[in-house]
Structures are given as C-alpha cells and as structure tokens.
C-alpha cells in the first residue's frame, strides 16, 4: 500500500489531521484576539494607560498568529475556518463581556493563554509524530512567547509562585 504525500512530502491523511487541528486553534486564536479587542477597548480605573497599551500589544500579536496559522493550514493543503460562526463553534476560550477592571481582564487574559498553550503542545506532539518540522517550529516560538505573558500577568496579579 503506497500513502500519498502532499506538496510539502508530507503523508495526506497526517496533514489533513494536523490542519483539522490547527483549524482548533485557529478558532481559539480568534476568540482570543476578539476578547483581547474587548478588554482593550473597556478597560476602565488607574490601571486604564497600562492595560489598554498592553491588551493592544497582545491584540496584534494574536492577529499576527491568526494569518501564520490559516497559512500552515494552506500550506498542509487543508481549509482554514473563516466564520464568526466556526470560531464559536469549535472554541474552548469563552468569549468575554462586559469586563471593566484591570484584575478581571487580566484574569480572563490569563485563562485564554492557558488554553492556547494547551492546544499548541497537543499540536506539536501531533506534529513531531507525523515529522512536521514547520508546523513545530511555528508552535514552540508561541508557547515560549505566551509562557513569558502569563508569568508576566501573573506577576502583575501579585500570583506568581516562588
């Protein structure tokens, strides 16, 4: 029995698993910026300048990671998702109203983070079994990335553990 490769020589049904994946996280990535545009555009109180400079940091990074993952999923010749609704559908992040304070968006900031990060090392260890080297190397610069902004929110929520 021959398998077949894609355009890049990777086995067919691998990438089509690895793209259904990706198109998770792309979902979740999607939440995640939303909620960072909500955060960034409601926060309120003496933690205003800070945050809102910030959560608009973070938002263009996320709207960065957005194309960088449609395009792998391109690129291992599957579909990215492109409707409010499929994000929705196929996120685990909730998505955030109606948060004001500095502590509650951070908080909410937080748990999105965590939950990517989840995502992306399921991804990697997907992708290490099928021999995607690209989609690896995508993946761990955003797990070190968002591993820095969760300590770092940590930190700022007065939590990080010694």
Excluded: C
């Excluded at 500095?102 to 992708?127: F, M, N, P, W, Y």
Aim: no cysteine; charged share 25%.
């Amino acid at each position: 029995m021959t398998t077949s490769e894609n355009m890049i020589g990777l086995n067919e049904n691998d990438s089509n698993d690895l793209g259904a994946k990706l198109n998770q996280l792309l979902a979740n990535f999607q939440i995640h910026y939303q909620n960072l545009r909500a955060v960034h555009w409601n926060i309120r109180g003496r933690d205003f300048f800070e945050l809102h400079v910030k959560f608009e940091e973070y938002y263009t990074e996320a709207q960065e990671s957005v194309d960088e993952i449609a395009e792998r999923i391109l690129t291992l010749e599957s579909v990215p998702m492109h409707t409010y609704q499929d994000y929705i559908d196929n996120s685990s992040i909730p998505v955030v109203k109606n948060i004001f304070t500095g502590e509650e968006s951070v908080q909410a900031v937080v748990s999105d983070l965590k939950t990517l990060i989840k995502l992306e090392r399921e991804l990697i260890s997907l992708a290490g079994d099928n021999g995607d080297e690209g989609t690896i190397d995508m993946l761990t610069t955003y797990v070190a990335r968002q591993e820095k902004h969760v300590w770092m929110l940590n930190a700022w929520l007065g939590k990080p553990k010694v």
